[in-house]
């Protein structure tokens, strides 16, 4: 049976995910697009529901991957060209999307084992900036990223869409400030941060693990109390007007120099 | 007098340059907002005309800039707030938008002496990515863009917004890869480009000057016959699911590596 109309409770509860507070009350976020559906059962995501436009979803590809999906018991729903339309925030809809359940861990359950890298980043509020630093952090091979609240959702469309899937396979935990620094200093564990006006330039620091890398919100960077907080600080030089880089850009540079 | 209709002559032409045709007929391109004005005029930009909404600049600091702007001889109109919302893209328009003059330089006027940098980006197509690379080339302080045309418009609106003002303080070059590889070979420049599939750890490498850092685009990277254009390819080591990084980030790591 094909789902033709827009107005069935089923889609409108789809639809309602586009909303953060909906996706908060849920625990629940929607992944579009073949790459995305593919990225988020592969990295084991637990897929709710399949959407699935029959008229639209024309790759011998992704119909493998529905039926594949589809054999391990996961609800598939079919609708019209025109309700996927109305979930859809693509100019050309795939076809595909999935309801995926969000996965949060607690602070208490990051692990701080040798060679171990985390990012804490401190209300982040552009939530492309949070999927490309997510990316990156699946790309560079560090552990996960620990969110300070109020902050952009990770599993807000745009996030996802930057992230390239990596929203699925990177660990995320959200917290509060006070909460890090307790934490912090209840595990004695390394964090340095990041400032334009710290003296030591990030590439004449040595980073012992496990670490974390605090960085500031885009607008704000880090307050007087979140560098007092740091073992370290450090600066990438700059040496053009600005006095600062897109953040997504400055934790990839300082991620590469951690790792290396 | 203030303008208080959306028809009018001035205006339409203004808000025609949200349209890349009209921005590339006429070589101008709109400026929003009291930051990216102030970026823009302290750049050495070539600023039209102000664009004023006296109920909506409440701003001190923009009211003297608007002064200062104006006994320079810098054409002001005063428009509504209804007509400045009618040209903005924010949700909260501060009163404050310049008409600014493009600036492009050709290949030929590109300087290659002893420590220039110089990014090339084949085909960019997000004018986020191609913002946020300008800013940091400023940050770095590499010495300008090549954009390899069909690509991003540098003087879109959120090219402009992602560059924090950096569009106006960073050379900007347009060229098609035929002309740049008839470039590169004419003057012997060094060239670097970029992939996962490289044998060289972009750590490993010495990078000599003048250089040519040469970026695919988002989707396909560089061609075998690009590639093959570059003296020496280098690869960010990729440990997660991704075979990329975003485009920002990566040419954000690789400008930092090669300037120190």
């Given at each position: 049976m094909i789902i033709t109309s827009p107005a069935n409770a089923t889609i409108k509860m789809i639809r309602s995910l586009r909303q953060r507070k909906a996706r908060e009350a849920s625990g629940l976020c929607f992944v579009e697009g073949i790459r995305l559906v593919t990225e988020a059962a592969e990295a084991g995501a637990e897929l709710v529901q399949l959407v699935v436009a029959p008229a639209l979803l024309t790759s011998a590809f992704a119909h493998d991957l529905v039926e594949q999906l589809a054999r391990q018991g996961i609800e598939r729903i079919e609708v019209s060209a025109e309700v996927f339309a109305s979930l859809?925030?693509?100019?050309?809809?795939?076809g595909l999307a999935a309801v995926v359940r969000q996965r949060w861990l607690e602070l208490a359950e990051v692990r701080l084992d040798q060679g171990a890298r985390w990012v804490a980043l401190v209300e982040p509020a552009d939530p492309g900036n949070l999927g490309t630093i997510m990316r990156t952090v699946d790309g560079v091979g560090a552990r996960g990223v620990i969110i300070v609240e109020p902050a952009a959702d990770p599993y807000d469309p745009a996030a996802l869409r930057a992230s390239m899937g990596a929203a699925f396979a990177v660990p995320l935990v959200r917290t509060s400030w006070a909460e890090l620094a307790a934490w912090k200093r209840a595990n004695g564990v390394t964090m340095v941060g990041s400032s334009?006006?710290?003296?030591?330039?990030f590439r004449q620091a040595a980073y012992p693990t496990p670490l974390v890398l605090l960085m500031g919100s885009?607008?704000?960077?880090?307050?007087a109390e979140q560098q007092a907080l740091c073992d370290l600080m450090v600066a990438i030089p700059m040496r053009g007007r600005s006095d600062s880089l897109n953040l997504a850009v400055a934790t990839g540079i300082l991620l590469y120099e951690l790792a290396s």
């Open positions: 859809s925030a693509k100019d050309g809809p795939q334009d006006q710290a003296a030591t330039d885009e607008r704000q960077g880090l307050s």
